[in-house]
């Protein structure tokens, strides 16, 4: 199971460490390492893989899978104004959706303010001068009750669950 410290629900709780345990501390947090080439990478990765998914999603949508491209020099700008309007007319999530989406964004809030769940000590946080804070981990009854309200919602026909793939 969990190891639970002893410590209050206001987090409040300062640890005071070793000097050899700030030393460590300073020199893990000096030390920068980047991955995914660093800020570049993680530009192109943000930028790329959601233009990618457009792509492939225009692709099997509206060429029945296959991969298109420019035929020409001259066909680049029709091709991407033809692959933006997809986007625009056809990819732009409507009123229900942002809806939908809200009202999900909304009830996970719900979830885990109201459900119950074992406070947990975290570890300290050197840039917090050592402070520990108190996590509430409920997400094991919060997925359950998403999954039972689902399915109510969807076998009282309030709302079918086709509708995340229709809208």
């Known amino acids: 199971g969990l190891r639970q410290r002893n410590g209050n629900a206001s987090g409040d709780k300062v640890l005071t460490p070793s000097d050899e345990g700030k030393k460590i ?24 893989f959601p233009i990618l998914m457009y792509y492939l999603w225009i692709c ?3 060429y029945d899978g296959h991969l298109v491209h420019p035929t020409s020099q001259d066909d680049i700008v029709p091709f991407l104004t ?4 997809h986007i625009c007319t056809d ?4 009123l229900y959706a942002w809806t ?13 303010w109201i459900m119950p769940g074992v406070w947990q000590e975290g570890l300290p946080v050197p840039s917090l001068g ?6 509430k981990c409920n997400a094991v ?15 009282t026909g309030t709302f079918p669950l086709q509708d995340l793939i229709d809208n």
């Not at 033809?82 to 309007?85: E, P, S, V």
């Not at 990819?91 to 409507?94: E, F, G, R, V, W």
């Not at 989406?101 to 885990?112: E, R, T």
């Not at 050592?130 to 996590?135: G, Q, R």
């Open 130 to 135: 050592y402070k520990t804070l108190m996590y």
């Open 141 to 155: 009854f919060s997925l359950y009750a998403s999954m039972i309200t689902a399915a109510a919602l969807h076998y």
């Open 60 to 62: 099997l949508v509206f």
């Open 82 to 85: 033809r692959m933006w309007a």
């Open 91 to 94: 990819a732009s999530p409507n």
């Open 25 to 48: 501390d300073q020199v893990l947090d000096s030390h920068v390492e980047y991955e995914f080439g660093g800020p570049w990478g993680v530009l192109a990765i943000m930028t790329g």
């Open 100 to 112: 939908i989406y809200s009202a999900l964004i909304g009830y996970q809030l719900l979830l885990a």
